[in-house]
């Protein structure tokens, strides 16, 4: 779970909260990503890490990430993080933990989400306005439980959106 850039605080706190339905979203992509859950999950079975299949979420495979769970004590390893991120931030964060994040503002706030998400098994939203590019954006992240075979939540998937003319950045180059 990433919103990308020290930017996405910029404007103030983004927010975090439970949701359950997926038209609330702006972003189609960020939607469209969300409502693929709830009708995994209302097919009956338990959504696992297959639900990030790069063909059915192919409208969004730069924007999304995968943590896993290790349970006790309770932390987040980044397993996979898409290349837009990437290239947002400015680093690589797969195989990191998400308690180690370089960025300490935005820190807080994916480990409360990855945390509600883990304990909830529910889907939530984040979203905070930025300024990129001399206009104000609305980013926008939903992160969903993902199943492990006995029924827990083994790994949090997580989609968002970004404004238009993504930022293009070499890698290891931080954002301003």
């Known amino acids: 779970?990433?919103?990308?850039?020290?930017?996405?605080?910029?404007?103030?706190?983004?927010?975090?909260?439970?949701?359950?339905?997926?038209a609330r979203i702006q972003d189609s992509n960020v939607r469209q990503f969300l409502q693929l859950w709830f009708d995994?999950?209302?097919?009956?079975?338990?959504?696992?890490?297959?639900f990030l299949d790069p063909l059915r979420l192919r409208f969004l495979l730069g924007s999304l990430s995968l943590l896993e769970v290790q349970p006790d004590p309770l932390r987040f390893r980044y397993r996979l993080i898409g290349t837009d991120i990437v290239q947002r931030l400015g680093y690589e964060l797969?195989?990191?933990?998400?308690?180690?994040?370089?960025?300490?503002t935005i820190?807080?706030?994916?480990?409360?989400?990855?945390?509600?998400?883990?304990?909830?098994?529910?889907?939530?939203?984040?979203?905070?306005?930025?300024?990129?590019?001399?206009?104000d954006w609305l980013l926008e992240v939903?992160?969903?439980?993902?199943?492990?075979?006995?029924?827990?939540?083994?790994?949090?998937g997580a989609g968002q959106s970004f404004p238009p003319g993504k930022i293009e950045r070499p890698l290891g180059q931080p954002s301003n």
């Not at 779970?1 to 997926?22: T, Y």
């Not at 995994?40 to 297959?50: H, I, M, N, T, W």
């Not at 939903?142 to 949090?156: H, K, Q, R, S, T």
Request: charged content about 20%; cysteine-free; glycine content about 12%.
């Open 40 to 50: 995994a999950r209302g097919s009956g079975s338990l959504p696992d890490k297959s």
């Open 142 to 156: 939903v992160a969903v439980p993902l199943f492990g075979p006995n029924g827990e939540v083994a790994y949090i």
């Open 94 to 104: 797969t195989g990191k933990w998400l308690d180690e994040h370089p960025d300490p």
């Open 107 to 135: 820190r807080p706030f994916i480990l409360k989400g990855a945390t509600m998400v883990y304990h909830a098994a529910k889907p939530i939203y984040g979203h905070g306005k930025a300024r990129v590019l001399g206009e």
């Open 1 to 22: 779970m990433e919103l990308a850039g020290p930017s996405a605080l910029s404007q103030g706190a983004p927010s975090l909260e439970f949701i359950s339905d997926a």
